[in-house]
C-alpha cells in the first residue's frame, strides 16, 4: 500500500553531493531514506507513514528536503 | 505464571521437601497401571490451573487398579473453569493425622515477603484469617538481609506447633523460602502440609506462582518442567484472535499494541494505556455496550503497529463497529495513532468514517490527529468530551441490541 | 507551598541518554525544573539539552546539592541505579522503570526505608506541582493545559490517567497543588496512605484526588488512615476496572492489577472507600462536582 499521509521530496540537487545523502540516512530515526548504492538516496515507500514529523532532515539540508502532509489542507 | 501441583511438587523435591509416592498420567490406562505400581489405595487429582478441584469432582480415591482407571477416565474429561486438565496426578493414599498451611508471598501494604503459617490446614485460610486468628501467623521477613531458618521456626511456633512437628515444618517453610526467592514466585504454598499416622510429615498439595517477567532468567528450569514457550498458563487458554494480537505485538518492538483480551461482544476497542484501558473498558459497559476485546496501546507503538492491531480487530466477524479512545496523552503521539487506525481499517477493507465509531485521543500532536480524522470523515473528539461521554457516544452509534 | 517537590528541588535523571528520558529531560527543562544533569555509565563528558552527564551518581552529590533522583534504566539495571542514588546520600527517588522483577523492588524498597529516602514508583511518571516543578516525564509535552496550579492533591496508580484526572481538576477551576504518579506495581515505594500526611500539612492542598484498581490492599490502608487520623482533607476516589471483579486470576493493565481474592474486587474496595467517608466518583468528570461538594463550593 502506497504511503497515505507523507511524502517526502528530495532536491536533485542533493543528490550530488553524497556527504548530504549520506547524512540524510544517518538522521532520519525511522528509515524513510536509503543509500541507492551509488551515493545517492532514496525514500522507503513503506516508511513514510512512520515520519515523526522531527525536522531533522530538514535541518541536515535546508530547502533541499520538503516533507509534505498529504492530510494538510 | 502458574505451575500445575505435579510441577510444583518437582520443584518441592528438588528442595528435599517430603512428598508422597506419586506419577503423573495422561490416560486411563495409565493410572490403573500406575495404581498397581503404587500399590494400595490411591488419590486422583485433576492436573487444571484452578482451584476448587475437590468440589467440581476433580479429586477421586480409588482402591486399587480398576478403580483407579474408572475415576481417571472420569477426571480428564472433566473441565473446571473452563479449563481441560494436562494429566491426572496419582498419589499413594495416606492416613493424615493433622494439617497444616504454609504459603510465602509479598505483602504490598507491608512492603516485604511474608510467611503465612496455620496448623488448620486444607480449608480455605481466607476462613482461618477470619474466624480462627489465633491458628494463623503471619511473619514478615527481609528481602535484602539473609534469610535464615530461625524465621521459618518462628512461623511454625507462633501457632503453637512445638516438637518433633516443629523441626520438620521448619526446614519445610524454609525451603518454599529458598523456592519463593530463587524462581521469582509471586506465591509459593503448600496446602496442605500432611503429618501421617506414622509421624512423617510431606506436602500433600501445592500451588507455586512464577512473576511472568521472569520466565526468561528461568528458562533453563522451564525448560527442565517440559514448559513450553508459547504456554501462557492464564486463567484460561488464549482465543486465536488474542494469539494473532500477540504476534502482532512481538512482530514490532515500538511501544505497546496487544495484550488483548477477547470478549463475546461486538464494538472493537481501541484503547489504552493501561489505567485508560480499565477505566474506557468499564465505560463502554456501563453505556451499555458489549466490547468484542480489550487492549492497551501505549509508549508510541509505529504505525504499521497500530495498523496491524486495527486491521486485525476490524476484520474479526463480529466487530461491527471500532471505537478509539485513550486519556489524555503525554508520550503516544495522536497524529500517529490517527495515521495507524485509519490504515488498518482500509487495509482490512472498510470505510474509516462508517468502521470508526469514535476517535477520543487528545493530548500530544494532536492539531495533526484531527486534521488526520478529518480528512477521512472520522468522527472525533477532544478533551472537552470525557472518557465515559466518548464510550456513550460509540455505544449509541452501535443502535439496538 | 506543595509537597514532596518546588521550584527549588534540583536533581539528576539517571539513564539520561536512553530514548525516553532523553525527551523526559527535555520537557522537564523546558518546564523550568532545576534539573543539573544525568547519569549513564561511559557517557562522561557528555551533554543532553546542555546539561552535562556523568559516569556515577557521587560525580553530582560530591559537589553540589542533588534533591532527587529520576531512575530511568532498563529493567535489569534499576535495582543497582536505585541502590546508587540511596548510596549517594540522595533523599528523593522517583523510579519510572517498569517490568523491575518483585524481589528486586522489594529489596530496594526496604533499603530505601532503612535510609530514610522517600522513594515514588516504580512503574511511574513520577511528581508534578504545577506552575513550579516536575521531576518525571508526568504530562509530557502539554503539561501546561493539564495541570493548572490549585488545590487538589492528585495520587494515581496509573500514570496516563494522572493526566486525566488533573486535566479535568484543571477544567474545573480547582487545580492542582502536586500530583503524583505513585506507579501500578504491587509493591511501590510511597502509598496512598503514606503520601496522605504530607497533602495533609500542605496549606495549599484542599483536597484529593485518586485513581485505583482492583488488586492490592492499598486502598484500604487508605481508608483506615483516613478514619484513625483526623485527617482535614476531603478525598475522591475512581475506581477503574469494575468488570475485573468477573474475570479472577486475569491479569490486566499494571503488574499489580489482579483479582485473586475477595478483597481485591473493585466492588469491596468501593464499598470499604465508601465506608470510610470517601467520595467514589462513577465518571471522571464526577471528580470535581464531588470535591466541589465535600468543599462546599457547590457545583
Ligand atoms: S521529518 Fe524526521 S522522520 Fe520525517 S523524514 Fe525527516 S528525518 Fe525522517
Known sequence: MPAMFIRVDVDPAVQANAALCKQLVEVCPVDIFRPDGEGKVATVEENLDECTLCDLCIQAAPGQVQVIKLYAT | ?????????????????????????????????????????????????????????????????????????????????????????????????QEYFAAVTYDGRAKRPVIIFSDMGGIDIEEVAEFHPEHLSRTHFSALHPFSDHIAKQAVAAVG??????????????????????????????????????????ALDAHMDMEAEARRTHAALLQQLGVPESDNRQARPPTPFEIAAAKVDAADTRGVAGNLTEFDGNLG??????????????????????PANYCEIGGNPSVAKAAALTKLICQQPKVKKI???????????????????????????????????????????EEDGFQILKKYGVDYVDRSVSMHEAARRAVAKMGKR | MSILIDESTTFIIQGITGREAVTMAREVLDYGSKLIGGVTPGRKGRAVHGVPVEDTVRAF????????????????????????????????????????????????????????????????????????????????????????????????????????????????????????????DAIIGSTYAELMPLFDSDPQTAGIAIYSEPGGRAEYELAEYMQSSGSRLPVVAFMAGRFMD???????????????????????????????????????????RLLKERLGEGA
Open chain 2, 161 to 202: 506447633v512445638t516438637g518433633n512437628d516443629l523441626t520438620r515444618l521448619t526446614s519445610i517453610v524454609a525451603a518454599l523460602v529458598r523456592i519463593f526467592f530463587d524462581y521469582d514466585m509471586t506465591l509459593a504454598e503448600i496446602n496442605p502440609i500432611g503429618r501421617l499416622d506414622d509421624g512423617t510429615i510431606v
Open chain 3, 246 to 288: 468477573e474475570m479472577p486470576g486475569m491479569r490486566f493493565g499494571h503488574a499489580g492489577t489482579i483479582v485473586e481474592g475477595k478483597a481485591d474486587t473493585a466492588v469491596e474496595k468501593i464499598a470499604n472507600l465508601e465506608r470510610a467517608g470517601i467520595g467514589v466518583a462513577e465518571r471522571i468528570e464526577d471528580i470535581p
Open chain 2, 1 to 97: 505464571m502458574r505451575f500445575y501441583e505435579y510441577e510444583a511438587k518437582q520443584l518441592l523435591e528438588r528442595h528435599r521437601v517430603p512428598l508422597p509416592k506419586r506419577k503423573l498420567v495422561t490416560d486411563a490406562d495409565g493410572a490403573a497401571a500406575a495404581a498397581f505400581d503404587l500399590g494400595g489405595p490411591v488419590v486422583l487429582k485433576s492436573q487444571v490451573l484452578s482451584g476448587g478441584r475437590m468440589k467440581a469432582g476433580g479429586v477421586k480415591f480409588a482402591e486399587g487398579a480398576g478403580q483407579a482407571k474408572q475415576a481417571a477416565a472420569e477426571i480428564l474429561k472433566l473441565t473446571i473453569n473452563g479449563l481441560t486438565p494436562v494429566g491426572v496426578l496419582v498419589e499413594e493414599q495416606r492416613t493424615i493425622a
Open chain 3, 61 to 184: 552529590t560530591e559537589r553540589t546539592r542533588v534533591d532527587a533522583s529520576v531512575v530511568s534504566v532498563p529493567p535489569g539495571f534499576a535495582a543497582d541505579a536505585v541502590f546508587e542514588a540511596i548510596d549517594a546520600g540522595i533523599k528523593l527517588v522517583v523510579v519510572v522503570t517498569e517490568r523491575i522483577p518483585r524481589k528486586q523492588v522489594a529489596q530496594f524498597v526496604e533499603y530505601a526505608q532503612e535510609r530514610g529516602v522517600r522513594l515514588i514508583g516504580p512503574n511511574c511518571l513520577g511528581i508534578i506541582s504545577p506552575g513550579k516543578s516536575k521531576v518525571g516525564g508526568v504530562g509530557g509535552a502539554n503539561t501546561e493545559r493539564a495541570f493548572k496550579p490549585g488545590k487538589i492533591g492528585v495520587m494515581s496508580r496509573s500514570g496516563g490517567m494522572t493526566v486525566e484526572i488533573a486535566n479535568s481538576l484543571s477544567e474545573s477551576g480547582l487545580g492542582i497543588s502536586t500530583a503524583i504518579s505513585i506507579g501500578g
Open chain 2, 269 to 290: 476497542l481501541i484503547i489504552g494505556a493501561g489505567g485508560g484501558s480499565l477505566t474506557l473498558f468499564d465505560a463502554v459497559r456501563a453505556a451499555g455496550g458489549r
Open chain 2, 323 to 365: 471505537a478509539v479512545m485513550m486519556n489524555v496523552v503525554s508520550n503516544t503521539r495522536v497524529d500517529i495513532v490517527a495515521r495507524g487506525v485509519i490504515k488498518g481499517c482500509i487495509e482490512a477493507g472498510f470505510d474509516p468514517a462508517e468502521k470508526i465509531a469514535i476517535f477520543r485521543i487528545p493530548g500530544s500532536w
